[in-house]
């Protein structure tokens, strides 16, 4: 267990170098001067000339990346252009944020989408079956920004129910934390739902022909009994790996839905961190949801390793 | 916690109005705000939050006339090269540090020397500072300068405490110390700013909140509906296409005043390639392209008529505003026949537009506008960022850009017009706009200014490196509960005298 | 949004022979929601190419006193923010979103799946590259890399589609390798590389083939995704610029006046939905189809 650990380790250090050395050069190519856009009024050539130095832009590009690495690997990810935090600051406040997000989300998406795939592959074929199926696909269909501003439209702005924006910590206030995230949660949580409800029933259909449900069914064990306590238990496990991945994603996912949202959370500083060319914050941003998107998918595949008898032996 | 309870229950059948504290003011910005260091930042809306958070030597009234805030009063030497000023007494810093003169001289030194600020060229005209007394001090100009004023009621004029300056350097901004109405408490980026009430305010009496909060919401209908649902108690800058729905609804109220900047294009006249095409080249095209707008229609599409028509640096309602140079009516035979004139029978533009959508409606409207008058725009959008690094460094034709406005007209035509000045991204060089224009900042009083100002204007509407549109409103929304504000020029919200209604 | 990619729903990666086409084609015709989703395709591919035809004002002509009308007789869906009318903009914005998936996938295939064969032919080193560059893709959140690599070309319709179809790309690369890795090793291909075939013959004459039924869903789906995606970008001002209409960049505009012009955020958002669900049922119905487990 601990070699295969390592040796996945070992793969994910040179994909985060990678990333990095990416996203470095993508943002260093980008047009728009960052001295020019941090001078505001003040564009005499000795002002924007100290600002360049002070950020090191005028060092080569591969000498700046070795100096962000440096101090990266020292737990320091530099200072924000923009607002003069320190960027692991910055990270830190925004990240329980999104992951809150993330969290109820994935709540949503849990008592949508295991529930109606349970159902859909026990009522497999009915008027059920083929309905739940149409909407998952809807829900995946549906563009969640439009999903988003629609939702403002009516709940916020027509009937006046839900705050259209901000954000509030739910330990520092639950109900009010509760009030601004269930919307944008619902809209992070849609395409996921969807896809967990297919691949419950995908893994349902799967369980229910197996051999021990079928013995299960011929003791005569309950209907019922048979679903939850043979089958349900084992889809399970597919279903909770896969989670792990989904929540990776959901992480990146967040970016459209805190900017329509107004929720001030990883996706809302990074996509203004790229139009605003602070590049510290895109470059540590960028590396944070890397390491969580490759960190979460390593749980997953562990998880399954652990969880599942036959690739256990194999050890 | 009743009243969370409360909320729940409300939430559970789908009410849910959760009343800001009595004593906490809700401001939503349009933006974030930089850095909070008047030398170092750079935004409109850090500003706002400034004339809550730092007073400044002089202050303005809605007529943009000079009062006293933290000076008392001030005198011109003859010469007009030294200003002696009288400082308050009593007051100081939140971190309880004095305000006095040397404060002061501490402050203008800053200002001019930190490498990081950005007030400097507002300071060029300054020698020194003397310290005279302890509450008075003398600015040292190599020239006369009518425009100093005007910075030390902005940003330059802003007074920080030296001690805590000086214990942070270039790290200030994570936590300001000033001397206005409220302190700083917090900060969350992109999420709010949070400022208390400082209890040793020089004029505590006017001020009726505990606390106000900044909330940066960049979306307008966003913004229109936290405040409809008491989610914040007042907002900057409304979208003037909501100004109809705002006014009709009993529990909010509108108010508005015509900002001191200005919106329109602006031409590369004079570097590299783009400015050698039709446009560039000839103030006919350009005189062609402004007969071709009709500006009171543009305001009636974009805005439905909220905001102001204009044709110069400042607008018709400005006192600095030249009557004999009146906003030109549409008249595409006259832009046909200045085409004509100038050699074309139709000329393409390629026009930078910043792509935001309101930026790209208007670029739209002037593109068909236009297009009647055999005039074929193509709109090239490009992200802010972009749009900035090109026009400061000549690659545009035409660039659909505005300016915030400043309290003197010196800061809106002085750094566009001037030959090489700081914002001069159309490469206008004109020796005779440049010594009207130099000479009205050292000319002896208002009228003599004015009249410099009407020279320039005249010859700057007919070779047109800036085509003015119009005059943005600052419009504010706020919940009809709250009393006493006063809509000023600047865009800013003075808290003093503002209260909530019982 | 589609948050990445490397959505779950990608094609298992077992390799036995495809059923044949006619069968396939029956299969499909028997699927009823796959026909749903194949007539909503081709109702908005026939309106996309049609749209010159159609009987509608110029999607570009402004009209300065019909600025935001509801829904008439004269302007079916009603007219946007400088009095355009949005039937019109709808037809014509139907060719960008439509153009913008098809045309990304179409970059995410001729570079992915070329990429995936190398990797999953040849290994060792090379597979170890394209799989890490692959891997550093997909850790990057799509749309920011979207967004950045937009920033970068310049926001037009063009670079959004290069931009979107780059960061599509590593999905086509892991699926084709995955094929690959389990084609290579079956008896034909042996027999293949036993008589003397090259590599070049190998790979277009026996793995090719074979690859090719878990793309061409892959790619239909992923239609779907990038249909989205352009939304997504042109909706934060990076991709169709006006006066060129996407229903995107129709979306970013229509929300700034959703409370005095709610038409025009309903029909654009309509569209993608309609559009994308017919790629999704599409795409699960080839699925299906070509699926050679089940009969």
């Known amino acids: 267990m601990l070699s295969y650990i390592a040796r996945r380790l070992a793969?994910?250090?040179?994909?985060?170098?990678?990333?990095?050395?990416?996203?470095?050069?993508?943002?260093?190519?980008?047009?728009?001067?960052?001295?020019?856009?941090?001078?505001?009024?003040?564009?005499?050539?000795?002002?924007?000339?100290?600002?360049?130095?002070?950020?090191?832009?005028?060092?080569?590009?591969?000498?700046?990346?070795?100096?962000?690495?440096?101090?990266?690997?020292?737990?320091?990810?530099?200072?924000?252009?923009?607002?003069?935090?320190?960027?692991?600051?910055?990270?830190?406040?925004?990240?329980?944020?999104?992951?809150?997000?993330?969290?109820?989300?994935?709540?949503i998406a849990f008592l949508v989408g295991v529930p109606a795939g349970v159902l859909s592959a026990v009522k497999k074929g009915t008027v059920v079956d083929y309905l739940a199926n149409i909407v998952a696909l809807s829900g995946l269909s549906i563009p969640n920004f439009w999903l988003g501003i629609m939702l403002i439209l009516l709940v916020s702005v027509n009937l006046g129910w839900l705050p259209a924006s901000g954000f509030e910590s739910i330990f520092v206030d639950p109900v009010r934390s509760l009030q601004t995230m269930i919307m944008p949660a619902f809209v992070l949580g849609t395409s996921l739902a969807a896809t967990l409800m297919r691949h419950t029933r995908s893994a349902m259909l799967g369980v229910l022909k197996a051999d021990y449900v079928r013995t299960a069914r011929s003791k005569g064990v309950s209907e019922h009994a048979v679903i939850i306590?043979?089958?349900?238990?084992?889809?399970?496990?597919?279903?909770v790996t896969l989670s792990a991945v989904l929540f990776g994603q959901l992480l990146a996912g967040a970016v459209l839905t805190e900017q329509i949202f107004t929720i001030p959370g990883f996706g809302k500083l990074i996509v203004d961190a790229v139009f605003t060319r602070d590049y510290a914050v895109v470059q540590g941003v960028v590396l944070c949801t890397a390491i969580g998107f490759l960190g979460m998918n390593l749980i997953a595949d562990i998880a399954y390793f652990l969880l599942n008898p036959r690739m256990r032996s194999m050890l | 916690m009743n009243r969370k309870l409360l909320a729940g229950l409300m939430l559970g059948v789908g009410l849910s109005v959760t009343p800001a504290l009595a004593a906490d003011l809700r401001i939503a910005l349009n933006s974030d705000a930089d850095m909070l260091d008047p030398d170092q930042s750079r935004t409109f809306v850090g500003r706002i939050v400034y004339a809550s958070l730092c007073d400044k030597l002089i202050d303005i009234t809605p007529e943009l006339k000079m009062i006293p805030q933290l000076a008392t009063s001030w005198s011109w030497s003859d010469d007009g090269k030294t200003l002696t000023m009288e400082l308050r007494e009593g007051v100081t810093f939140h971190d309880g540090e004095p305000f006095n003169a040397e404060a002061v001289a501490y402050n203008i030194e800053r200002s001019m020397t930190l490498p990081e600020s950005k007030r400097k060229s507002e300071f060029t005209s300054?020698?020194?500072?003397?310290?005279?007394?302890?509450?008075?001090?003398?600015?040292?100009?190599?020239?006369?300068?009518?425009?100093?004023?005007?910075?030390?009621?902005?940003?330059?004029?802003?007074?920080?405490?030296?001690?805590?300056?000086?214990?942070?350097?270039?790290?200030?901004?994570?936590?300001?110390?000033?001397?206005?109405?409220?302190?700083?408490?917090?900060?969350?980026?992109?999420?709010?700013?949070?400022?208390?009430?400082?209890?040793?305010?020089?004029?505590a009496d006017k001020i009726h909140f505990d606390s106000v909060t900044f909330l940066p919401i960049p979306d307008t209908t966003v913004r229109l509906a936290n405040l409809r649902s008491g989610d914040i108690d007042m907002l900057e800058r409304l979208a003037a296409t909501d100004l109809t729905s705002a006014k009709a609804d009993s529990k909010l109220k509108v108010e508005s005043a015509t900002s001191l900047g200005y919106q329109g294009i602006t031409v590369n006249v004079g570097r590299g390639e783009a400015a050698k095409k039709p446009l560039g080249q000839s103030k006919l095209v350009r005189q062609a392209l402004s007969y071709a707008i009709d500006r009171e229609a543009l305001n009636q599409v974009v805005f439905e008529g909220a905001f102001q028509p204009g044709n110069q640096q400042v607008s018709p309602a400005s006192p600095w505003y030249n009557k004999d140079v009146p906003i030109p009516a549409r008249d595409v035979e006259k832009a046909k026949a200045l085409l004509k004139e100038a050699g074309f029978d139709r000329v393409e533009i390629e026009y930078s537009v910043p792509n935001n959508p309101v930026q790209l409606q208007i670029a739209q409207v002037v593109q068909a506008m236009a297009a009647e008058a055999n005039i074929d725009i193509k709109i090239v959008s490009k992200e802010f960022a972009k749009l900035l690094d090109d026009d400061s460094s000549g690659n545009f034709e035409a660039s659909q850009l505005g300016w915030s406005g400043r309290i003197d007209p010196d800061g809106n035509i002085h750094a566009f017009a001037v030959c090489g000045a700081g914002m001069n991204d159309s490469a206008y060089c004109n020796p005779e706009v440049d010594k009207l224009l130099n000479d009205a900042r050292v000319a002896p009083d208002d009228a003599a200014r004015k009249a410099l100002y009407d020279k320039a204007s005249k010859i700057l509407d007919e070779e047109l490196p800036i085509i003015y549109f119009y005059h943005l409103k600052w419009i504010w929304a706020l919940s009809s509960k709250i009393e006493g504000f006063v809509p000023y020029p600047d865009g800013m919200i003075r808290l003093e005298n503002m209260k909530l209604a019982d | 949004m589609s948050a990445a990619f490397d959505t779950v729903d990608t094609v298992e990666p077992e390799a036995l022979p495809p059923r044949s086409g006619n069968r396939a084609w029956k299969k499909l015709k028997r699927n009823r929601s796959a026909l749903v989703g194949l007539v909503l395709v081709s109702f908005f591919v026939l309106i996309a190419l049609a749209a010159p035809l159609l009987p509608v004002p110029d999607p570009a002509a402004t009209s300065w006193t019909a600025v935001r009308k509801a829904p008439s007789a004269a302007h079916w869906l009603g007219t946007d923010e400088i009095g355009r009318d949005i039937l019109s903009r709808m037809i014509w914005g139907a060719r960008a979103s439509l153009m913008a998936g098809v045309v990304s996938v179409i970059i995410a295939v001729l570079i992915g799946v070329p990429l995936g064969l190398l990797s999953g032919y040849f290994g060792k080193w090379i597979d170890q590259i394209i799989s890490r560059i692959a891997d550093a893709l997909l850790a990057t959140p799509f749309l920011i890399l979207a967004i950045a690599l937009a920033a970068f070309l310049g926001p037009s319709l063009t670079n959004a589609m290069i931009a979107i179809g780059l960061s599509a790309m590593p999905v086509f690369i892991r699926l084709t390798r995955g094929q690959v890795l389990s084609v290579k090793t079956e008896d034909f291909v042996e027999g293949a590389r036993a008589v003397g075939l090259g590599n070049g013959a190998i790979i277009f004459r026996y793995i090719?083939?074979?690859?090719?039924?878990?793309?061409?869903?892959?790619?239909?789906?992923?239609?779907?995704?990038?249909?989205?995606?352009?939304?997504?970008?042109?909706?934060?001002?990076?991709?169709?610029?006006?006066?060129?209409?996407?229903?995107?960049?129709?979306?970013?505009?229509?929300?700034?006046?959703?409370?005095?012009?709610?038409?025009?955020?309903?029909?654009?958002?309509?569209?993608?939905?309609?559009?994308?669900?017919?790629?999704?049922?599409?795409?699960?119905?080839?699925?299906?189809?070509?699926?050679?487990?089940?009969?």
């Open chain 1, 11 to 107: 793969v994910i250090i040179p994909t985060l170098i990678l990333v990095s050395i990416f996203i470095f050069t993508l943002q260093k190519i980008l047009p728009g001067d960052p001295a020019l856009a941090l001078a505001g009024e003040e564009r005499d050539a000795a002002t924007l000339e100290f600002i360049r130095e002070k950020y090191h832009l005028n060092d080569p590009i591969y000498l700046q990346y070795i100096n962000w690495a440096g101090s990266a690997l020292k737990g320091d990810l530099g200072i924000s252009l923009r607002t003069n935090e320190p960027v692991t600051k910055l990270i830190g406040s925004k990240l329980p944020v999104t992951i809150q997000l993330a969290v109820m989300a994935m709540i």
């Open chain 1, 229 to 239: 306590k043979h089958a349900f238990r084992n889809a399970l496990l597919p279903i």
């Open chain 2, 126 to 203: 300054v020698e020194s500072t003397e310290v005279t007394g302890e509450y008075e001090i003398k600015f040292h100009l190599k020239n006369a300068d009518a425009t100093l004023m005007a910075q030390l009621a902005d940003r330059g004029g802003m007074m920080i405490s030296p001690k805590a300056a000086k214990a942070a350097g270039a790290d200030f901004p994570t936590n300001p110390v000033c001397s206005g109405p409220f302190k700083f408490k917090e900060r969350v980026a992109q999420d709010r700013i949070v400022l208390t009430k400082f209890d040793k305010y020089w004029n």
């Open chain 3, 208 to 295: 090719l083939p074979n690859v090719f039924a878990p793309i061409l869903v892959q790619a239909t789906l992923t239609i779907a995704t990038a249909i989205i995606a352009e939304a997504s970008l042109s909706f934060l001002g990076l991709g169709q610029q006006p006066p060129a209409p996407s229903w995107g960049s129709m979306l970013n505009v229509a929300k700034n006046f959703l409370t005095q012009a709610p038409w025009m955020a309903w029909w654009p958002g309509a569209a993608i939905f309609l559009v994308v669900l017919g790629f999704n049922l599409l795409g699960d119905g080839l699925r299906d189809a070509l699926d050679p487990r089940e009969s």
